[in-house]
């Protein structure tokens, strides 16, 4: 199987723990985009939905972890982009935007 380029794009707003929330992605294998505020590459060996449901949940554990106000997250796999998802708190959970 091909390997996969992730990028991976989050909005967020109200990050408390900003370095807990570095160090736990790139413990999980993204790195940071130097330059970018929010934005991290990884390489993908699965297919496509596993890493997509992957990068939901390592953001998500990320997130509730570092505590924050609000996350919208958008990614691409090898330069195709997906619908962006947005942080749900009620479900605690992404949820598919309705934005495109």
Same mark, same amino acid.
């Given at each position: 199987?091909?390997?996969i380029d992730v990028l991976v794009l989050l909005e967020?707003?109200?990050?408390?723990?900003?370095?807990? =929330?570095e160090k736990l992605v790139k413990r999980k294998s993204f790195k940071a985009v130097e330059g970018e505020k929010h934005v991290y590459t990884s390489i993908s060996t699965t297919t496509l939905i596993t890493?997509?449901?992957f990068i939901l949940q390592i953001f998500k554990e990320a997130l509730e972890k570092?505590? =924050?106000?609000?996350?919208?997250?958008? =990614?691409?796999?090898?330069?195709?982009?997906?619908t962006p998802y947005i942080y749900d708190k009620t479900t605690k959970d992404f949820e598919l935007s309705e934005d495109k």
């Open positions: 199987m091909d390997a967020v707003e109200g990050l408390q723990d900003v370095e807990g =929330f890493t997509k449901t570092a505590g =924050f106000e609000s996350a919208k997250l958008v =990614f691409l796999l090898n330069e195709t982009p997906y």
